[in-house]
């Protein structure tokens, strides 16, 4: 079946740092890759996609690509700020479900 | 604002009672689904509707249940709560069932509290 495995938490990390969250994926067929992120207090917010393979999703600075060969989405950005802190999830739609990752925690401090 | 509206935002009751958590979908979305989000569980699907009708359904308990109205609002009722009930609750839409970039729009949630 299809499922979602994410990078454990928490994550911190200091102002303007690298960041990386792993994520790979199991699943039959083309299934569409998101990552959304959850502010404190808030819903979850759609922040980035990609529906093939060796597509790259971005939005605020994050990046991830779809690599089927190894079947990961990591997120990455390059330069994180205080204002990046919040839960980050992966996510899987594939056939008529949608699957979500455990989430993971990151805290940037100054 | 993702164009998916919840009530109440905070809802406060005892155990054993009973509450109904209602959801709008965005417009033009047909697919509506329930989440529970705690902070020993993380994110838990409920179940998923679709133009009406029953999709999906995840960990979503025998005291739960759920429906979707013609004008495709939804509403979660919730009985004989327990403690462990309280939680945030999240509905998303989405434009389809499923397929390829179908992406869910989050509602700002439902805070239960049981006590």
């Known amino acids: 079946g299809n499922s979602v495995t994410q990078m454990e938490g928490p994550v911190t990390l200091s102002e303007e740092a690298f960041l990386t969250i792993n994520c790979t994926y199991t699943?039959?067929?083309?299934?569409?890759l998101f990552w959304y992120v959850q502010y404190p207090g808030e819903g979850l917010q759609l922040l980035l996609k990609a529906t093939k393979a060796d597509d790259k999703g971005s939005n605020k600075g994050f990046e991830a690509t779809y690599r089927k060969e190894t079947t990961s989405f990591h997120l990455e950005k390059g330069s994180v700020q205080v204002s990046d802190s919040a839960v980050y999830f992966c996510a899987l739609s594939g056939g008529d479900q949608f699957y979500f990752g455990t989430g993971t925690s990151l805290t940037v401090i100054p | 604002d993702s164009g998916v509206t919840q009530t109440p935002k905070h809802l406060i009751t005892a155990t054993g009672q009973r509450v109904t958590l209602r959801c709008s979908p965005r417009?033009?979305?047909?697919?509506v689904y329930w989440y529970q989000q705690s902070l020993d569980q993380g994110l838990q699907f409920l179940i998923q509707?679709?133009?009406?009708?029953?999709?999906a359904k995840g960990n979503i308990l025998e005291r739960f249940s759920a429906q979707q109205f013609p004008d495709l609002h939804s509403e979660l009722n919730l009985s004989s709560l327990e403690l462990g009930d309280s939680a945030l609750y999240f509905c998303?839409?989405?434009?389809?069932?499923?397929?390829?970039?179908?992406?869910?729009?989050f509602g700002p949630g439902t805070r239960l509290t049981v006590l």
């Open positions: 998303a839409s989405s434009r389809t069932s499923g397929g390829a970039g179908n992406e869910q729009f």
């Open positions: 509707y679709y133009n009406g009708e029953e999709r």
């Open positions: 417009s033009g979305d047909l697919s």
């Open positions: 699943a039959t067929g083309y299934p569409s």
